[in-house]
């Protein structure tokens, strides 16, 4: 595969290309053409984490962050989020969670994300020619929410533990 250049698609460049049959320069050619450049196609990304269909994933705190494997030409990312997976599917504006992210990685604190409920998400692969979907994925947030690292507690913490009806923590 033939390495991808950010130049917009159509424009044309000048190259040089120096040809040397030997070790010497007594062959040397140098040639000059105009170059115009096809469209970098992005390829879609894979996920990393959470894994499709995984549960228990925390709705806040460290673990709540979705991370994917660019593919190729990538450049930026829109994120969507949602409980809707035909919202997710059909990239509804209401489920854009995050557009032009630079980075493979979407933190989801600050999302509101509900104890015990599935998420569907996709991300939007863009550069400056072209976009491509990746697929639906789905997760499921754990039913208790933690806020904190109980090896951090010191005896100056408060810490409130809920029980469910069943008396379990």
């Known amino acids: 595969v033939a390495p991808c250049l950010k130049y917009d698609a159509g424009v044309t460049k000048s190259v040089r290309l120096e ?16 170059v115009a450049f096809a469209p970098c196609i992005p390829t879609a990304p894979t996920p990393a984490a959470p894994a499709d269909g995984a549960t228990e994933v925390p709705s806040v705190g460290g673990g709540n962050e979705l991370t ?16 809707s997976q035909a919202d997710v599917e059909a ?12 980075e493979p990685t979407f933190d989801l604190d600050g999302t509101s994300l509900a104890a015990s409920t599935t998420y569907y ?6 550069n400056l020619d072209e976009s491509v979907d990746g697929p639906v994925w789905s997760f499921t947030t754990s039913a208790f929410v933690v806020y904190a690292d109980p090896g951090t507690w010191t ?15």
């Open 19 to 34: 040809t040397n049959p030997d070790a010497s320069d007594t062959g040397k050619r140098t040639y000059w053409d105009s």
């Open 68 to 83: 994917w494997t660019p593919g190729e030409a990538n450049y930026s990312f829109d994120v969507y989020l949602s409980t």
């Open 91 to 102: 990239k509804d504006p209401g489920a854009l969670a995050a557009s032009d992210v630079p």
């Open 121 to 126: 998400w996709r991300v939007v692969a863009k």
């Open 155 to 169: 005896n100056a913490d408060t810490v409130m533990i809920y029980f469910d009806a069943g008396g379990s923590v």
